[in-house]
T-cell receptor
């Protein structure tokens, strides 16, 4: 089954404790991206990747890092999480360039205390 | 970054009624996408539009890519309870390159049986 898998689905942690949210897709998609969703603000793009070893900032990249060492994986790294990064995070992938329909994972709810 | 104005923010309708929502942008887009998000899940693609003036249907859903390339509309005919959810528009600008997808803030649809 074609899917985008995120882990963990839920995480409660404390300020400053490094964390990584993994994202994996099994569709051989070139394009992958991360979004955060906050009430009243909709979905905002954090980072995206057009292909292996190619990453670019989205609209809200501050406080986040990503890597794309393999085509299927696109982890989101919070080196020193802060409470304002409490949010619902979605990973997405698409076949080609960013204008292709994106398939979303089921989300990761992060709470930073 | 770019923003999309999506309206209405929320709607309460009777089962069987038709629904219309729209998105506008101050800049030109060459792609419009419409997604639906159910509680606790990631957005799911409903309709993708790639050409100005394009009208595309998916069951009871119909979406149009505005002639000016600055707007898009989604219509749902004969609504049913499972139409409940948040509908998002998303667009990508016509500027070539790695331009990210921009999302509207969503329209929350409630259907009264």
């Amino acid at each position: 089954e074609a899917q985008v898998t995120q882990n963990p689905r839920y995480l409660i942690t404390v300020t400053g404790k490094k964390l990584t949210v993994t994202c994996s897709q099994n569709m051989n998609h070139e394009y992958m991206s991360w979004y955060r969703q906050d009430p009243g603000l909709g979905l905002r793009q954090i980072y995206y990747s057009m292909n292996v070893e190619v990453t670019d900032k989205g609209d809200v990249p501050e406080g986040y890092k990503v890597s794309r060492k393999e085509k299927r994986n696109f982890p989101l790294i919070l080196e020193s999480p802060s409470p304002n990064q409490t949010s619902l995070y979605f990973c997405a992938s698409s076949l080609g360039r960013g204008n292709q329909p994106q398939h979303f994972g089921d989300g990761t709810r992060l709470s930073i205390l | 970054g770019q923003q999309l104005n999506q309206s209405p923010q929320s709607m309460f309708i009777q089962e069987g009624e038709d629904v219309s929502m729209n998105c506008t942008s101050s800049s030109i887009f060459n792609t419009w996408l419409w997604y639906k998000q159910d509680p606790g899940e990631g957005p799911v693609l409903l309709i993708a539009l790639y050409k100005a003036g394009e009208l595309t249907s998916n069951g009871r859903l119909t979406a149009q890519f505005g002639i000016t390339r600055k707007d898009s509309f989604l219509n749902i005919s004969a609504s049913i309870p499972s139409d409940v959810g948040i509908y998002f528009c998303a667009g990508q600008s016509s500027i070539p390159g790695n331009t990210p997808l921009v999302f509207g803030k969503g329209t929350r649809l409630s259907v009264i049986a």
